[in-house]
């Protein structure tokens, strides 16, 4: 026995069809999006050159490289909007009794994702102080460096560089290095 659809059942069997397919989509979330909002809190240890030995009030490389820890927080609104902030106290092996402290905040934007690993540049902005100015001075920090993915929840910064340029007289460009790791909050 032979079945022939007519061209109204062929046109109802379509709507059916159509209709099923979008609300079988409704049954999972999309694979573009993701969470509005990861936070990542973590801490660094580093090692700074901080253009500045004293004395004659010139920008001159210090014979001591500072050592400090810091404290960072990222924010990551989506895959191309993210947020850092920092702080870093540069206390040890001081020469002079030169010590430096920065704050600074700004875009980090993500160069690709490589099995785990994650290079990144960012863009910095805020303020230093250190024991020999009488306040503090405006900062602007170029930086990169890489991420690893260790869990789900820890991230290796396995190498973070900045060079900074503090707005003072005479104007000073500390750099450096850190390394740390972060802990994935939400």
């Known amino acids: 026995m032979c079945c022939v659809l007519s061209s109204r059942s062929i ?15 409704a049954q999972v979330v999309p694979a573009a999006r993701s969470r509005s909002l990861v936070l990542n809190a973590g801490g660094l ?12 009030n010139v920008a ?19 895959r191309w909007v993210q947020i ?3 702080g870093r106290w540069l206390h040890y092996n001081q020469y002079n009794g030169i010590d430096e402290n920065s704050y600074l905040i700004g875009p980090r934007v993500p160069i690709h994702d490589f099995h785990g690993w994650t290079p ?37 910064r396995a190498v973070d560089f900045e060079y900074e340029r503090w707005s003072v007289t005479p104007t000073l460009w500390p750099y450096g290095g850190s390394i740390g790791i972060s802990y994935r909050i939400f």
């Open 45 to 56: 240890g580093s090692v700074f050159q901080p253009d500045y030995a004293g004395g004659l």
């Open 60 to 78: 001159q490389a210090s014979p001591n490289r500072l050592y400090g820890f810091g404290a960072y927080v990222d924010a990551r609104f989506s």
């Open 120 to 156: 990144y540049g960012k863009v910095l902005v805020g303020w230093g102080s250190g024991s020999f100015l009488a306040g503090r001075a405006s900062a602007i920090a170029f930086g990169g460096g890489v991420d690893y993915r260790l869990t789900r929840k820890l991230t290796l």
């Open 84 to 86: 850092e902030a920092e």
């Open 11 to 25: 046109r109802i069997l379509f709507c059916v069809l159509l209709v099923s397919t979008v609300a079988a989509s």
